[in-house]
């Protein structure tokens, strides 16, 4: 009973979170300035600071151009572990109308990779004309689940002028 209430004490401290000081309050409040920034530059990627849990999936920084030529998309090569990227103000608005960003991601090892957007809700169309998410070759349009997996993706989203919706969060996970 004694090594438990040890073992639990140590793992407790271990775990808990030191309290913030002064100087942290400002740059975390710098960096949240920094995030809404990004974002009203209509990026679409979450930014953030790594949590340093290794099992805690990790923000894809944000990518450099916003174009469709897959020469010129930005590359991302991910080692083993879980990434996410999500629509612009996901979860705590729609995406905005108009919005786009691309991006290309591979593996450091070839391995295969698995995407897993869950939720996802787009505003729907037969053709996905209007706003869509393209994974490869694939247009995602409407709501559900999206699961893909393969080596590389090249990652696309676009949103019309008219009607949007709460957007999505996508898991990335190289085994």
């Not at 808990?16 to 309050?25: G, H, I, L, T, V």
């Not at 939720?119 to 004309?129: A, G, K, N, R």
Request: aromatic letters at 12%; one cysteine or more; proline letters at 6%.
């Amino acid at each position: 009973m004694f090594r438990l209430t040890i073992c639990c004490l140590v793992l407790g401290a271990a775990l808990a979170k030191p309290a913030e000081k002064a100087s942290d309050k400002s740059a975390n409040h710098a960096a949240a300035s920094k995030s809404e920034m990004l974002h009203s530059q209509k990026t679409a990627i979450e930014v953030g600071e790594s949590r340093g849990l290794s099992d805690e999936p990790q923000p894809l920084p944000k990518p450099t151009t916003n174009s469709t030529d897959l020469r010129q998309m930005t590359y991302y090569v991910l080692n083993n572990g879980q990434y996410f990227f999500t629509s612009t103000y996901y979860p705590n608005s729609n995406y905005p109308n108009n919005d786009y960003f691309s991006f290309v991601l591979t593996t450091s090892a070839g391995q295969g990779m698995r995407i897993y957007c869950d939720p996802f809700d787009v505003e729907s169309h037969p053709t996905c004309d209007f706003d869509w998410l393209r994974l490869g070759s694939t247009k995602y349009c409407g709501s559900g689940t999206i699961y893909v997996m393969g080596a590389q993706f090249a990652v696309e989203f676009s949103s019309d002028s008219s009607v949007t919706r709460p957007g999505f969060y996508c898991l990335v996970n190289v085994p």
